[in-house]
């Protein structure tokens, strides 16, 4: 114990002396969760929760372009410019990339709408061979600018045919009511009122009752802790090599104690690295991230299951840590082989993008990291309010990986000076 | 005190000894140097003495344990001074040999004693606290030489302790050694300072191409082969004195 306690002071004073290490493990992380977060969310707001410039050119000027209008103003998705009036204009801006998108209403499209009903409604009594088919239909033509994603340009034709929809049925009442009037005289109550006969109510499905959405933060703020746990890989394997460049390694090896005192005080100081890591991370996500608009990080309901998932994870990250340290030889090695495969490993654990989002094949592989183990547990925890038990598969992943590597590198290390 | 039986070191990926069949006999309180070119194996055959790697051939006895099989015990009795700076830069002087002392497992109030004396007889109380990385060649040198002694060993081994240093500094530092011997300690010594290794060898072992070319007291090595010195000697069993 008392060489224990000398080996986690002197590893500990190293550590904090080496202030490039430092901001690798504490401001890199933080910087990239911000970064990251804030492309990820505008991203997704894009298609979700940000409005959508739209040029809007009404040549109509009546009960469709106006219903049309406020309807895309209610969804909360757009927001109209009216500042442009022409065809050529609007096509213009467009291609610029200021407007992603251009709706021009024709003229007389209300006018043409309410022609054709008077024919509809007389089909519906005509024989087959008197039914009037020659309509003449209004075109509202949307531009769009050609680098705009797919689902993006499906997202506002979808909303501009459901409003269309609407509003033609609408007026289609509106005639038929009149007609009607003139036929019965008495009014039908079936103007201005929406015709829907089927609502949606989206319900997320958690196990436990929660009122937590997964959103960026909830995403990338777990996600960068883990990577940036990982990424403990590079100071701490450069310490090893670091001590058998300088000879100290070798000292240590004569002096009477167990390598495995060594290895304990390099586990206990980069552990309580990472466990700081976590901590700057949870409240960056609580304090910081809401100071650029994004959402805050809610932490679930299982405080002490979160605590054991960081330990798990961390434990985990520096167990591989000394791995890299044991088996490399050079710096060079250790900062290629240590950054390149905690990048591989990241991308494969979803830290990058999200594991649903990938191929199958990929879903499948991403169980191999265990930064994806870290990843769900925390997942479990803020998005699902789970609790110890809930996260015992990954934990458990977590500790056995650390165990294994430490094994590994301890009987390396050993043979490696047999193999001389 | 130390045994080594035909000692053979083959490197992997070698073909060639790096250590020949050497056979030695060190005893207590001698300060015995092992002599020769670079390459010639004393590195080897000092790191087999540590215990860092095992021989291909032969054995290695320590106050007759068995450096192969006992070299837990032998760690306690031995102290060493690699000839790289083994001491972490970023540390003060003061916190490398704490840290040292407390793997020897030297209770604390011992170590400060320990501690402050080696730094007030090689000069250096008042640079306790500087950082490694701040001192000179030859302040470190003495650094690393207190980081082996501090736990008093009965075998002080040594690999090239003064190499790279002014010769004030290096006298500085074989006088001391002298003294730690005087108290008891046996010293084995590597080094390619032939003239400082007559002055300081009570025996001497010049090692070429891995074997023991010659051994035996320096001044009456020197007799025996009508040379002036020890210089001359080993020029003339060599035929090289170019890396010495």
Known sequence: ?420 | MVRLENISKIYKNSTEFAVNGISLNINKGEIFGLLGTNGAGKTTTFSMLCGLFPPTTGEIYINKLSVRTQISEIKKIIGVVPQSIALYPTLTAKENLFFFGKMYGLPKNELKKVTEHWLGIFGLSQYADKKIKTYSGGMKRRINLIAGILHKPELLLLDEPAVGIDAHSRLEIMKELKKINAGGTTIIYTSHYLEEAEKFCTDIAIIDKGKIIIQGKPPELIKEAACSNLEELFFNLTGNNTNV
Do not use: C
Request: glycine fraction near 6%.
């Open chain 1, 1 to 420: 114990m008392y060489k224990l306690k000398a080996s986690v002071i002197k590893e500990f004073l190293v550590l904090i002396r080496d202030i490039p290490g430092l901001i690798i493990l504490f401001a890199m992380p933080i910087a990239m969760i911000i970064v990251v977060t804030l492309v990820q969310d505008s991203t997704l707001k894009s298609i979700s929760d940000s409005k959508i410039k739209i040029l809007y050119i009404d040549n109509d000027n009546d009960i469709l372009s106006k219903s049309l209008k406020e309807g895309l103003l209610k969804s909360d998705i757009f927001e109209i410019d009216t500042a442009i009036n022409t065809f050529s204009q609007a096509k213009k801006e467009v291609a610029s990339g200021k407007y992603r998108i251009a709706i021009i209403i024709p003229a007389d499209a209300t006018n043409t709408i309410r022609k054709n009903v008077k024919p509809i409604v007389n089909n519906i009594f005509a024989p087959s061979n008197k039914k009037e088919t020659n309509f003449k239909k209004p075109e509202i033509i949307i531009l769009t600018d050609p680098t705009t994603k797919n689902t993006f340009r499906q997202t506002v034709i979808s909303n501009l045919q459901t409003y269309t929809s609407k509003i033609e049925t609408q007026i289609l009442f509106k005639i038929l009511a009149e007609q009607m009037e003139e036929l019965t005289g008495t009014t039908p109550d079936l103007i201005d009122k929406p015709i829907e006969t089927i609502v949606f109510k989206e319900i997320l499905a958690y196990e436990k009752e929660t009122s937590i959405k997964p959103n960026s933060t909830q995403h990338n703020v777990p996600a960068w802790t883990m990577f940036a746990m990982f990424f403990i890989v590079i100071p701490l394997a450069s310490n090893m090599i670091h001590e058998r460049d300088n000879g100290s390694f070798f000292r240590l090896l004569t002096i009477p104690g167990n390598y495995l005192t060594v290895l304990g005080s390099k586990t206990i100081v980069y552990l309580g690295i990472t466990f700081l890591q976590f901590i700057l991370m949870i409240l960056t996500g609580i304090f910081i991230l809401p100071l650029f608009g994004l959402p805050v990080l809610n932490l679930g309901t299982h405080p002490l299951a979160l605590i054991i998932t960081a330990l798990a994870s961390g434990l985990a990250a520096v167990g591989y840590g000394i791995l890299v340290g044991t088996i490399t030889e050079t710096h060079e090695q250790a900062g290629v082989f240590g950054s390149v495969s905690v990048i591989i490993l990241a991308s494969l654990g979803g830290i990058w993008f999200p594991v649903y989002a990938m191929p199958a094949i990929m879903q499948k592989i991403s169980i191999i990291s265990p930064l994806n183990w870290g990843l769900e547990s925390f997942y479990d925890i803020f998005l699902k309010n789970g609790n110890i038990t809930d996260i015992l598969p990954e934990i458990s992943a977590l500790f056995v990986f650390f165990i294994i590597t430490i094994l590994i590198a301890y009987f390396y290390e050993g043979a490696k000076r047999l193999r001389f």
